[in-house]
């Protein structure tokens, strides 16, 4: 639903373009919708050529002085960033709560704290890269490796962790000196847009802007001239658009994509009852609304049985709820569309599946789905090889360890996985032979600042985290001097 300005109601966004909020020449909005109960609570820009232009005409300006600023100027102004984060949490997670239907309880422990710590991190990774040795590889001359900002950055987010996939873009972004236009998801800018708020009031104007929009805008952030960098999270087809747009004027790409996550329970592990607790949280937090969600188990055959029933008892004890229900480990899916595309699935479920609890709605208001276990299921089914995006798990059983690792390979996806297993030999060799990007044994989705995150295959390609992510956004610029006489 598209309003023109003039009939607009107050309560609206506003683009954030060098260092001002200003409103969309566009003179377009759309609404926002409320996901625990399917109602307009806010009204977005929807963003055109003009606006795009300009928050890439700001961007480019403010390059020619921050691209210069040295990793220490750059460090101290991130790690202001950070401390305001904590300090305006409250404000982050009540946008990103509206917005998403996130209960606030795991909001405030699980994301916002953690949004500050990337930016101390990405803080401290500028002040000290590390590169090859400067030497005389070449009689009379000495040859030296420069790091530099690539430019300006276009960024295009996505609506399951909204305000943490914009900090995992940012801050490596800017830490290396480039400066950013971003393009969050039409269905949840809120907490983005307040972000830039928190950010304007620390970074010089033009280093980070946020203009909002539907797939057109997505597509003008995308492919504008001055990008030299476009990096997204999204699905797959999103980023495989992405890099034929990018082709067409050569701009780098970095891809975090959809994923599949294969879940390999082996007979030895001791504890199978506090294995399949971990996994129904690893599976169904955020709504499975995870691109590495523990959404995909394959359990051995000599233990189905029992793991099956602890792994449905954990999810039949599993609440979901609103954003004020401190005892809901999830809320809603994010959308109308998204409620329609996980229903779906379970309009299609092949006969010889078992719905062992879930795969249902959950009321008349809102998008909400119940937590799912589905058991019997075979290697080709769709719910096995697409991405469901929902508090889905599946199940299916395994007969050996080679037999484990190709069901575990034999998907189009290849960025997270998990081996859960007593045996240090076969966690060892089983990791080496999965074909994801991260594997976790013993646990599942746990991230850390210091450690890359990025897939394989059809999940794209580039890291985010880390100092491998903070290369991502540096090129590398071989000086040679002549140093005879």
């Known amino acids: 639903m598209t309003t023109p300005v003039e009939n607009h109601a107050p309560t609206h966004l506003r683009n954030y373009i060098n260092g001002e909020f200003v409103d969309a020449k566009s003179g377009r909005f759309s609404d926002v919708i409320d996901p625990c109960t399917g109602e307009a609570y806010l009204q977005a820009p929807i963003s055109g050529p003009e606006d795009v232009d300009a928050a890439y005409a700001a961007a480019a300006a403010a390059f020619e002085s921050w691209s210069q600023t040295t990793p220490g100027e750059r460090a101290n102004l991130l790690l202001k960033v950070a401390d305001a984060i904590e300090a305006r949490a409250d404000e982050l997670n009540e946008a990103e709560c509206l917005n998403t239907g996130k209960p606030r309880a795991r909001m405030a422990e699980d994301e916002t704290p953690i949004a500050a710590d990337h930016f101390r991190f990405f803080a401290g990774a500028a002040r000290t890269l590390e590169g090859p040795t400067s030497g005389e590889f070449l009689a009379d001359h000495t040859s030296m490796i420069r790091y530099e900002p690539i430019g300006v950055v276009g960024q295009v987010t996505p609506w399951n962790y909204p305000m943490m996939m914009a900090v995992w873009k940012i801050a490596?972004?800017?830490?290396?000196?480039?400066?950013?236009?971003?393009?969050?998801?039409?269905?949840?800018?809120?907490?983005?847009?307040?972000?830039?708020?928190?950010?304007?009031e620390i970074l010089p104007k033009g280093v980070f802007n946020v203009v909002a929009g539907d797939r057109e805008t997505g597509a003008l952030v995308v492919g504008h001239p001055t990008a030299q960098m476009v990096a997204i999270t999204g699905s797959v087809g999103a980023g495989m658009a992405v890099a034929k747009s990018a082709a067409d004027d050569l701009k780098r790409v970095h891809l975090e994509l959809g994923g599949k996550a294969p879940v390999v329970v082996f007979d030895d592990v001791t504890d199978l009852k506090a294995a399949a607790d971990a996994i129904a949280t690893a599976g169904l937090y955020n709504a499975g609304q995870d691109c590495t969600a523990a959404c995909r188990v394959l359990v051995h055959e000599n233990v189905h049985d029992e793991f099956v029933a602890a792994l449905t008892e954990a999810a039949v004890n599993t609440v979901t709820g609103d954003l004020s229900n401190e005892d809901a480990l999830y809320g809603p899916l994010n959308n109308a569309s998204q409620l329609a595309r996980v229903s779906g699935f379970f309009d299609r479920?092949?006969?010889?599946?078992?719905?062992?609890?879930?795969g249902h709605r959950v009321g008349d208001k809102g998008y909400f789905f119940a937590p799912t276990i589905v058991d019997g299921l075979h290697q080709d089914d769709e719910m096995v090889q697409d991405e469901v995006f929902g508090p889905v798990i599946t199940v299916q059983t395994f007969s050996d360890e080679a037999d484990a690792v190709a069901k575990a390979n034999g998907v189009r996806y290849g960025l997270s996985s998990s081996v859960w297993t007593s045996n240090h030999g076969r966690a060892m060799r089983v990791s080496k032979r999965l074909d994801f990007g991260v594997v976790w044994v013993n646990t599942h989705i746990p991230f850390v600042s210091e450690m890359p995150h990025g897939?394989?295959?059809?999940?794209?390609?580039?890291k985010?985290?880390?100092?491998?992510?903070?290369?991502?956004?540096?090129?590398?610029?071989?000086v040679m001097h002549y140093i005879g006489e």
């Not at 985010?464 to 071989?478: A, E, M, Q, T």
């Open 349 to 358: 479920v092949p006969d010889h599946a078992k719905i062992l609890t879930g």
């Open 464 to 478: 985010d985290l880390s100092v491998f992510g903070l290369h991502d956004y540096l090129r590398i610029k071989h």
């Open 455 to 462: 897939g394989f295959k059809h999940s794209g390609y580039g």
């Open 172 to 200: 490596p972004a800017i830490a290396a000196g480039n400066t950013v236009v971003l393009k969050p998801s039409d269905t949840t800018p809120a907490a983005t847009i307040k972000l830039a708020e928190i950010l304007g």
